[in-house]
């Protein structure tokens, strides 16, 4: 019976623990509560995890300094391990329990997965992907983000190979630039493949057959091996950093001429360390966001509440781009707060009130309307070069209607 | 006045319910999930945090499957990591006949539950000639076989996006809040509980066990084995298969994403941390399952707020803690939750003059 013992004693300890945690929970005045929906051990952790910290820290920030016209706010903030019924059940939890009328998303797949409820109920949701499926408000009204869509950010970069091409390959002679989409099999590597390849077609550019390399790929040998028989001029990638340098290390190795793009959450500080000597000349990035550290005035702010929450911390482009996604909801509160209507339907209404809001350099400036959730369409592409992120270029495309919504 | 259950016909011993107070008891708990629960959960949701009609929901969904390959590993003794993919079978064909082809919930409901049947069968076939390893492996390459086409087959499952789905209305009755859906899936469950338990008690259900025991003999005594294997595979998989359905139309969304291989080793936790080879053992497991990854959540969320700093630790914290308490609980209660629960049972039987 000895065991016996043990597991009653186990039971009570875990119903003491859990009574003593739900006590202490329930002392603090009642803040604003906002649900956090994160990637801290799936997927996408290895950028989801600074981004999930920025949020944390722009909290404090935010109940640093003034809060919501003096109310503070509360971050709920939980890791769903980028799984789609984890973000669902989060999402009801956010609803039912919790009352919240704003939640701080991340993937593409679950945001996807939630617009239609996020809709009925009239819950602002701010999602970490820039997913142009999410921008047009006929259909997703409900739905925010805050750097450049992906769509638009691939449509720039067709762009970009069209106009460099002359340049950076000389010996091509006349004939039209080659282009390989190399994504993972998921809704953020597909959602803007479509955009790419019609937008490939509008400039001319051959686009050859695509590769599928996963987010959690070590290898991407075969891939590269196929992709060799198309001799493309320039990949495009898009996965998250450690997937990106995968794609990198092995074109390097199998000395491969193709210059390499990647998407935005495939292209920050970690590289250097990830892809090494590789990644020199060989790789460009989408770079909606300032990088860390960079010197513009909105930078003050996200370096010192790094560093007030954990002096050493080390931090890249996706804290920044955490960082934005809260202070660009922080400044919609606030406007909301002042008509009166700190709601679902009043915080959407106020966000569509951004007109050029400027976030101190850390994007573009940031404009939504109520017929148009595209936060910006202006980005700069850089690449990596001895052993550091340089800047090649500031792009940007036209707003036009017809590339709303995909 | 009997001292105790003296059984002096096999139709009593055979009886669900041995006496009057476990009928009691159990009508009272009937009542109570039907009457009472969906009043305490909303309270109950503020005290833990979580959405408790949610995580109902859940557990009654995953009950039906865990039901459902309890009967095949369980009772059948046959084992399969396949449940999960059947589950995706479920789900996507009560999607897709709901939203593609336009047909009746009540109808789209049942096809799932036997598509899937027929899709488990198919899998189960080289359960004649496979056995323990062997099988899982087998079973195992169902699982990858049809993720593959969940995922690839774009025009019918919308690839790894998968689609969105509606939540359907029987009969004119619209299903559209929590609380309506939980009505239709806590009947579903006590069919499938109440089906369950009176098939181990026929011919069938006696076979099965006959050839989980020992199928040499089984099969000396006239047991068909190839039938009742795959019978067993059937009935397992037309339950994840209604389990299937019910998540899809209840989680609003299918996509490759949720069946995964991962899936399929839950339901197998499930059924071995609740009993193998125990009816309750599918409810208990699947009760412990849902709620424990939701009951560690609460600490982290509140150390996350002490600690704001450190907070992406805490998440990983969380699997790290949830792995551990299954091995304890593997180590210290071998037999599953429902042995424990008889035990318990036991002991308050006699209380207080147990020895």
């Known amino acids: ?406 | 006045m009997p001292t105790g259950l003296f059984h002096t016909r096999y139709e009593d011993d055979e009886k669900i319910f041995h006496t009057l107070w476990v009928r009691i008891w159990m009508w009272s708990f009937v009542l109570f999930l039907f009457l009472v629960f969906p009043f305490v959960a909303s309270p109950l949701s503020g005290f833990f945090g979580f959405s408790v009609q949610h995580m109902a929901n859940m557990i009654g969904i995953f009950i039906i499957g865990a039901h459902g390959l309890n009967l095949l590993t369980g009772f059948t003794g046959q084992i399969s990591l396949g449940h999960g993919a059947f589950m995706g079978v479920g789900a996507f064909t009560s999607a897709i006949l709901f939203m593609k082809a336009g047909w009746p919930f009540w109808l789209s409901l049942p096809a799932a539950g036997f598509v899937s049947a027929g899709v488990g069968m198919i899998f189960g076939v080289p359960s004649l000639r496979l056995r323990g390893l062997y099988l899982a492996i087998a079973t195992m390459a169902a699982q990858f076989i049809i993720d593959y086409a969940m995922r690839n087959w774009t025009s019918l499952t919308g690839g790894s996006a998968g689609f969105n789905v509606d939540r359907p209305s029987i009969f004119g009755f619209a299903l559209d809040t929590d609380l309506r859906y939980y009505y239709l899936i806590l009947v579903l469950a006590i069919v499938s509980t109440l089906f369950l338990k009176n098939l181990l008690r026929t011919k069938t259900g006696r076979a099965m066990v006959a050839i989980r025991d020992r199928y040499l003999s089984a099969e000396i005594m006239g047991v068909n084995l190839f039938k009742y294997r795959l019978l067993a595979f059937g009935i397992s998989s037309f339950y994840v298969g209604v389990a299937g359905g019910l998540f899809a139309h209840y989680n609003l969304v299918v996509s490759d994403e949720h069946f995964t291989m991962w899936l399929s080793i839950q339901y197998l936790a499930m059924v071995i941390i609740g009993g193998l080879g125990h009816v309750l053992g599918g409810i208990f497991g699947t009760i412990f399952m849902v709620l424990l990854p939701e009951l560690l959540r609460i600490p982290t969320e509140i150390l996350s707020n002490i600690y704001p700093n450190i907070f992406a630790i805490f998440g990983t914290l969380r699997e790290l803690v949830f792995g551990l308490v299954i091995i304890l609980f593997l180590i210290f209660e071998p037999d599953g939750l429902a042995a424990r629960w008889h035990t318990i049972r036991a002991y308050w039987k006699l209380w207080p003059f147990s020895y």
């Open chain 1, 1 to 406: 019976m000895k065991r016996t013992r043990i597991f009653q004693w186990a039971w009570v300890v875990l119903v003491v623990t859990g009574l003593v945690f739900w006590g202490c929970a329930k002392k603090e005045a009642e803040p604003l509560k906002i649900g956090g929906i994160f990637d801290i051990t799936g997927a996408t952790s290895a950028v989801g995890k600074d981004y999930a910290q920025a949020a944390k820290d722009a909290e404090r920030y935010i109940n640093e300094n003034g809060g919501i016209n003096g109310r503070k706010i509360q971050l709920i903030a939980n890791d769903y391990a980028y799984k789609i019924p984890e973000a669902v059940s989060l999402y009801k939890q956010y609803k039912d329990v919790d009352k919240v009328f704003v939640i701080q998303g991340w993937g593409t797949g679950d945001t996807n997965a939630l617009k239609q409820q996020v809709n009925n109920d009239k819950i602002v949701y701010i999602s970490a992907s820039y997913d142009s499926n999410l921008n047009d408000p006929t259909k997703t009204p409900y739905n925010f983000y805050v750097g450049t869509s992906y769509s638009d950010a691939i449509r720039l970069a067709m762009k970009f190979v069209k106009d460099s091409f002359k340049e950076m390959f000389p010996d091509a002679g006349d004939r039209a630039p080659r282009v390989v989409f190399i994504y993972p099999d998921h809704p953020y590597g597909k959602a803007p493949i479509p955009a790419g390849k019609a937008m490939a077609k509008e400039l001319g550019i051959e686009v050859g057959p695509d590769e599928i390399v996963g987010l959690r790929a070590i290898d991407a040998t075969s891939q590269l091996l196929h992709m060799k028989e198309f001799d493309p001029d320039w990949a495009w990638v898009g996965g998250t950093t450690p997937s990106t340098s995968v794609v990198v290390k092995d074109s390097a190795k199998l000395n491969l001429r193709t210059k390499i793009i990647s998407n935005v959450w495939g292209f920050d500080e970690n590289l250097i360390k990830l892809a090494g000597e590789a990644g020199n000349e060989r790789i460009y990035g989408m770079a909606p966001f300032a990088f860390w550290g960079e010197d513009v005035p909105g930078m003050k702010a996200a370096m010192e509440a790094a560093k007030k929450a954990d002096p050493e911390g080390i931090h890249t482009v996706r804290y920044i781009q955490g960082w934005t996604a809260m202070m660009v909801m922080w400044e919609g509160l606030k406007r909301a707060d002042k008509a009166g209507q700190l709601n679902g339907p009043g915080l959407k209404a106020a966000l569509e009130s951004l007109d050029n809001f400027s976030t101190g350099g850390l994007t573009a400036p940031i404009s939504y309307t109520p017929t148009d959730h595209r936060p910006n369409t202006a980005l700069r592409i850089f690449k990596m070069s001895d052993n550091k992120l340089v800047p090649v270029m500031s792009v940007s495309i036209e707003r036009e209607d017809r590339f709303l919504g995909w």
